[in-house]
């Protein structure tokens, strides 16, 4: 990138006159007119709806075949991957490996700011690399502003090795866009604290990372209807909310549910067809397995038994 480049001003950096006095107005006008602009965010996100569907779909072929999905960020941007990609293991049953975050400056960078990172293109090369990225992965590049160094020689070299790569940015015509398979523009205009991306734009990214994984999951069969029937009820909250599952879709009670899951060693897939269809956990397995790990295949096999638990 040439210093012209560099020096190029971006809408996430500037100011806007309609925040100039914001520390003389009171809380309550402050508080509106920061939810006024919150409200345009999802209305940009919106118009990315395109190109969020061309990566949710490359993404769901790409990890039914084995690969993953990996988000590289700096700084606010690299801390929201690290957020998706956390979640996705307990509410979905995946494997920590299965979605990834590298952030710029490793885990410490996590809650100790290491701003300077960001600039370290060797460092974004040596994460691709050390993630051992392949044809089989997706690789998502997240800056708002579309030019971090980390963030376009990582998904540079992600290209190089042969991984679909998607940009996330929030500015038009980025430098993550040239260099991204898929890119994704969600243009949310100056902030309300001139610069602050971790506002409009880190919301913005929420989203479609929101999306993104979510929606994939949602296609590889980790939900049945809007159920997370492969949670991991690791806590008490997470085993009463498996417990409703299972008796939502096998239509028993929770006493049945919860004995259902008790001898599934609490896999939701497993204890619903235990308890609907009258099976044992054993059956049950192979049941899911035969179906590609899909609950409404496994039940779709054949009609209901009397159930016997």
Do not use: W
């Not at 998706?84 to 049953?93: K, L, M, R, V, Y």
């Not at 500015?171 to 993550?176: A, G, K, M, V």
């Not at 909250?237 to 417990?243: D, Q």
Request: glycine share 12%; aromatic share 2%; with cysteine.
């Amino acid at each position: 990138m040439t210093g012209d480049e560099m020096s190029a001003p971006l809408t996430t950096e500037t100011g806007d006159a309609r925040f100039a006095g914001i520390d003389r107005m009171a809380t309550a006008d402050l508080a509106a007119l920061m939810n006024d602009e919150d409200a345009t965010v999802p209305l940009a996100v919106r118009a990315a709806l395109p190109a969020i569907v061309r990566a949710i779909d490359a993404t769901v072929a790409r990890m039914a075949g084995g690969g993953r999905l990996i988000y590289v960020g700096a700084g606010s941007s690299g801390r929201i991957g690290v957020l998706d990609a956390s979640e996705i293991p307990p509410t979905f049953g995946t494997s920590p490996d299965h979605v990834v975050a590298l952030i710029a400056g490793g885990a410490d960078a996590i809650v100790l700011p290491q701003e300077g990172a960001e600039d370290d293109v060797d460092a974004g090369i040596a994460a691709i690399d050390g993630a051992r990225v392949s044809p089989d992965d997706v690789v998502v590049g997240i800056a708002s502003s579309g030019r971090t160094p980390y963030v376009i020689a990582a998904l540079r070299r992600a290209g190089e090795l042969g991984a679909c790569t998607v940009g996330l940015s929030c500015n038009e015509e980025s430098e993550l866009s040239v260099v991204s398979d898929i890119p994704i523009e969600v243009p949310v205009g100056p902030e309300f604290v001139a610069g602050s991306t971790r506002l409009k734009a880190g919301t913005a990214q929420k989203l479609v990372l929101n999306m993104l994984s979510t929606i994939t999951m949602v296609r590889l069969g980790k939900t049945y209807g809007n159920l997370m029937v492969d949670l991991s009820p690791t806590n008490t909250k997470l085993r009463a909310r498996a417990t409703g599952i299972v008796g939502d879709i096998a239509g028993v009670g929770r006493d049945e549910a919860a004995a259902a899951l008790r001898r599934t060693a609490f896999d939701v897939k497993q204890a619903v067809l235990v308890a609907r269809l009258g099976i044992p956990p054993e059956e049950a397995s192979a049941r899911l397995a035969r179906a590609g790990g899909r609950l409404r295949g496994a039940l779709a096999a054949d009609p209901p038994k009397e159930r016997q638990l």
